[in-house]
């Protein structure tokens, strides 16, 4: 997983719990390089899910809270990171159906070694969009959170439905179902 990953976690455990705790969870989800990360290195993806079950320990926050929250997190550091990204996506459906063939596309270039998820959407009406997230990686909380995170950004009344669905061979599955609310 790339850097930029761990280093926007700590920033959102600094910034809202502050530097005592970021320290503590760093000791205790014993890292290899005690959490010194640079945004462009690229690490075990694991260390980063110690680093949340070291959060959790301490707040009794469940786990799939946290990553949730850290997905909305990062959506809005993104937004403020690659406005690029941005410029010619207007609203959340345009913006998600655009992650597997433009976004996560232009993050490979930034880091060509990057782990991306695959997310096809389909629109299944114009009020409706079904976005499949697999991944060997286990991270459907983060995508809600990212997901979440989106319809934050545009301020759009849609409402997400999960289903998880059973592994195919090593990847995790989950369908997210989003509907814009009627007026
Ligand atoms: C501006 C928007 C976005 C940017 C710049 C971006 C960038 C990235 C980056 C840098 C990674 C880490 C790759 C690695 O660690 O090797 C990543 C992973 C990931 N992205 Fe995106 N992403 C964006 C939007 C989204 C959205 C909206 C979703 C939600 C569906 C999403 C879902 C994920 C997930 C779940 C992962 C974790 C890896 C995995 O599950 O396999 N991303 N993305």
Redesign the pocket.
């Known amino acids: 997983?790339?850097g930029?990953?761990f280093t926007e976690f700590m920033e959102l455990v600094e910034s809202r719990m502050g530097l005592d705790m970021l320290d503590r969870i760093i000791t205790e989800a014993e890292l290899p390089n005690d959490g010194a990360y640079t945004s462009v290195g690229?690490y075990d993806?694991a260390e980063l899910v110690r680093l949340v079950m070291a959060l959790s320990n301490a707040t009794g926050m469940p786990i799939p809270a946290l990553i949730h929250l850290f997905?909305q997190h990062?959506?809005q550091r993104?937004?403020e990171?690659?406005p690029m990204?941005?410029q010619d996506a207007h609203g959340v459906f345009d913006?998600?159906s655009r992650?597997d063939d433009v976004?996560?596309v232009?993050?490979r270039k930034?880091?060509p070694?990057?782990?991306?998820?695959s997310?096809p959407c389909s629109r299944l009406s114009p009020n409706e969009l079904e976005?499949l997230?697999s991944?060997?990686?286990?991270?459907?909380d983060?995508?809600a959170g990212?997901?979440d995170?989106?319809i934050a950004h545009y301020k759009e009344p849609i409402q997400v439905t999960r289903t998880d669905l059973a592994k195919e061979g090593n990847l995790h599955r989950t369908r997210?179902h989003l509907q814009i609310e009627p007026a």
Request: include cysteine.
């Open positions: 997983m790339k930029v990953v690229t993806h997905g990062l959506f993104f937004s990171s690659y990204l941005f913006f998600l992650i976004i996560h232009e993050v930034l880091y070694d990057a782990e991306l998820p997310l976005l997230y991944s060997p990686r286990g991270f459907a983060l995508a990212l997901i995170g989106c997210f």
